[in-house]
């Protein structure tokens, strides 16, 4: 390419220049096409979580999809700060301060299913219950469903779609636009998932990263030795790493699920600083890994108030796969046959919406089903080393006219660790339970104890909540509304907020 102005081969012209702008690039390998030019044209990489693709070069223009980190698009315009990409085959607007430019091959087999790393391992559903399809086509045949917050692996990518496999080792295609890319590892604290929320490259062979470890951040540093960099603080809510050597890189953003209110990085003079401010005052704990020149700073909360920067672990009853595939789905309502599992789930998310919004990190033990023992689910718990465990069942009696809220916690005597939590799990129970009475309207039937194994192997505390009973004529068809169910999770919101307060 010569300025914007292609060589090519006409029929009866021979040589001749086209201007760039009147063409657009195919990729061939033909000795008299432009392979050669293919490789100077532009891709951009995605550097934030999610980054909204818009009709036009401005926030004002219409949403059109969403795309997420590591993600390359091909640049075809520029205009102004934004960027004109194509995702797919669609074409749309994008911010250019989150975009960095890179060099990319052209997929020459774009319109078939290709194994490539330009998108992430997993994805999250984000969008209510998604259909799982036969193939990548609006209107394939509807094979699976899928709710939302679920994690899926893609083993494929055609167009704006991922073929993903499911918890049966079946696969299927799912619309890219109802989910969002994480790219997930196992950490060396065992079942715990860290993704990396934010890729940041510095200088060459240099990189900072933020990870979401659970709800709780980790600051990454590659490439420096631990004599290379400072780490400060102008307040008790901001860390300030200045590391050595020259960069280009400016960026800003934030992350709130992380409790991340900015993320600053900016050149000064032979060094990059980087500004990282918390909704909370960070504890931090650094390690530093010699052989790969890796900093990892582990931030975590002090014992302050408030639901801010606090891991819930949610535990929807229910839902474990059983041999043979099907789902254990916990009580059934006597007068309708309303599942116990699907009130659970229901009320689980919406109480994870509510805590999320108030600042709070959530681990949910399963996202509508799960291979997970009862034990494992509470060891999600004790290896995040969350604040506090709640599960949320609905109850059944076969006796007649018994009805109402109740909630449970665990602390016997001869079990030390979760005698030493005896206050806080029955101060948890006690203002959950006071809550739920106030929100849900129905008969107090008190804090109770049993030994449930979620109860018992749970090594933080831990509360079951048995929300309300799917024997009663009344209760099963409030529970089978969505108004009711809202309510039951303010009901319990409130009793952790005002455990935490
Ligand atoms: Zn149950």
């Known amino acids: 390419m010569q300025n914007s102005w292609y060589q090519i081969q006409a029929p009866g012209v021979g040589q001749a220049w086209i201007a760039g702008w009147l063409t657009s690039v195919h990729n061939t390998t033909s000795q008299t096409g432009t392979s050669q030019n293919t490789t100077q044209q532009k891709y951009g ?16 223009y219409t949403l059109l999809t969403k795309i997420g980190l590591n993600e390359v698009h091909e640049i075809v315009e520029q205009k102004e700060g934004w960027y004109k990409i194509k995702v797919g085959e669609q074409l749309g607007w994008v911010t250019a301060d989150y975009v960095e430019l890179v060099s990319a091959p052209v997929n020459n087999t774009e319109n078939q299913p290709t194994q490539d790393n330009t998108y992430a391992q997993t994805v999250v559903v984000t969008g209510g219950t998604v259909n799982i399809r036969q193939q990548a086509v609006i209107d394939a045949k509807v094979i699976a469903k899928v709710n939302a917050g679920e994690r899926l692996a893609i083993t494929a990518k055609q167009g704006d779609w991922l073929e993903v496999k499911l918890y049966d080792g079946t696969k299927g295609w799912i619309a890219e636009w109802l989910t969002e890319p994480t790219t997930a590892t196992t950490s060396s604290r065992g079942s715990i998932l860290e993704s990396e929320v934010l890729i940041a490259p510095i200088a060459e062979g240099k990189a900072f990263k933020i990870i979401d470890s659970a709800g709780r951040p980790i600051l990454l540093l590659e490439g420096w030795t631990s004599d290379q960099y400072q780490i400060s603080s102008s307040n008790d809510n901001k860390i300030i790493l200045e590391l050595d050597g020259p960069t280009e890189r400016n960026y800003e953003g934030k992350n709130t699920r992380l409790g991340i209110q900015g ?6 003079a032979q060094k990059a600083v980087i500004e990282v401010s918390f909704s909370f005052a960070p504890t931090q704990s650094i390690s530093y890994d010699e052989a790969s020149k890796k ?41 309708t046959g309303l599942k116990e599992k699907d009130v659970n789930t229901d009320i689980a998310f919406k109480l994870k919406k509510l805590l999320e919004e108030a600042g709070a990190g959530v681990i949910m033990t399963h996202t509508g089903q ?47 660790v979760l005698n030493t939590q005896k206050y806080s799990r029955q101060k948890l129970a006690t203002l959950v339970q006071r809550e739920l009475v106030i929100a849900g309207g129905r008969k107090d039937m008190g804090v109770l104890t049993a030994n ?50």
């Open 45 to 60: 990489k995605i550097m934030t979580d999610v980054l909204n693709v818009r009709s036009g070069p401005g926030t004002n």
């Open 263 to 268: 993320i600053k990085i900016y050149p000064k």
């Open 295 to 335: 900093t990892r700073i582990q931030l975590g909360t002090k014992q302050t108030k408030g639901l801010t920067g606090k891991v819930i672990v949610v535990d929807p009853g229910h839902s474990s796969i059983q041999p043979g595939g099907w789902l254990d789905p916990g009580a059934l309502g006597k007068y």
């Open 370 to 416: 799960t291979e997970l023992s009862l034990a494992a689910r509470a060891g999600l718990a004790n290896s995040a080393n969350a604040d506090i465990f709640v599960s949320v069942h609905a109850n059944y009696s076969l006796k007649n006219n018994i009805s109402g809220h109740s909630t449970y916690y665990y602390a016997p005597t001869n079990d030390a």
């Open 452 to 501: 449930f194994a979620v109860l018992r192997e749970t090594r933080v505390p831990s509360i079951l909540v048995e929300t309300a009973f799917l024997s009663d004529v009344e209760e099963e068809k409030l529970l089978g509304t969505e108004a009711y169910r809202q309510k039951l999770a303010i009901g319990i919101f409130n009793g952790i907020k005002a455990y935490f307060e």
